[in-house]
């Protein structure tokens, strides 16, 4: 599980954040120093996350808020990767989207019609304005054979002081009313994937995906050249990571030991 020789080859990190880089509104203290021995061992580094309930505006304000400072082509999330998808297979239809005002930002910028009345199809975000109303038209709709899509498939977001229902859960309440499961977008889909190598220019085997969650960050490299690291400063327990049919390539405490073992090859 943890030959490092995988390493050698790799150009860029694709870094999840929350539970890999900081937790909440607390960055953690080996992240910078890891983002430095990153940029020392002539490597680079990115961001992504699947936390659809914010965009990237917000998301590059919060890592300047921690003194890490980075162009916007490198704060990747899982709002563009849908929004990339619809562009291409759903172009000039109406979607009726269940989100929070930075997500409803994002698809109103991109050009997506929103519509409460009569739409083409449904996406479900990681809601942290969800009411009961916007539940009842969602599922309507679906009943009616709209299709859903579902921007990131997490079931918790982890917080200081524990986890908050995120997407993956809101999907399964509506699966559980309309019997319909949605096709999500973030990580773990090949979508992601496609999206983090066109994003950033790697062959497979130039990038690591690094993060905290097996169903979502490994998951998302399984079965593919990409390498995939966990750490455990997450949501990831021992007993969870042994019990996993998904397996990552490598497993560090955290980017504290990750930055050590960059720096040893």
């Known amino acids: 599980m943890n030959d490092l020789s ?24 080996f992240t910078p120093s890891f983002l430095e021995t990153v940029r020392a061992t002539g490597r680079d580094f990115c961001f992504f996350t699947n936390n659809s309930s914010k965009n990237r505006q917000a998301y590059l304000e919060k890592l300047d808020r921690m003194g890490i400072r980075i162009p916007p082509e490198k704060m990747l999330i899982s709002n563009g990767v849908i929004l990339d998808w619809l562009a291409a297979n759903r172009p000039g239809e109406r979607c009726y989207l269940v989100g929070t005002p930075p997500l409803t930002r994002d698809f109103l910028d991109a050009g997506v019609a929103l519509d409460d009345r009569d739409p083409d199809y449904v996406v479900l975000g990681f809601d942290t304005t969800l009411t009961y109303e916007k539940l009842e038209k ?24 524990g986890f908050i229902p995120d997407c993956g859960s809101i999907a399964a309440l509506v699966k559980a009313s309309t019997g319909v499961q949605c096709e999500f977008f973030g990580k773990p889909s090949p979508h992601t994937l496609r999206y983090m190598l066109e994003h950033t220019g790697c062959k497979p085997q130039e990038l690591a995906v690094v993060g905290d969650r097996l169903y979502t960050d490994i998951a998302v ?45």
Do not use: H, W
Request: proline content about 10%; aromatic content about 6%.
């Open 138 to 161: 969602a599922c309507s709709f679906i009943r009616r054979g709209k299709p859903v899509y579902g921007v990131n498939p997490d079931f918790n977001c982890p917080v200081e002081g």
């Open 221 to 265: 490299a399984d079965g593919s050249p990409v390498v995939s690291i966990l750490v455990m400063s997450g949501e990831t327990t021992p007993e969870m990571l042994a019990e996993s049919p998904v397996q990552p390539d490598l497993v560090v405490s955290d980017l504290g030991e990750l930055a050590s073992v960059l720096q040893s090859l």
């Open 6 to 29: 995988c390493l050698k080859p790799i150009r860029m990190f694709v870094l999840d954040m929350d539970g890999t880089i900081y937790l909440g509104d607390r960055l953690f203290p």
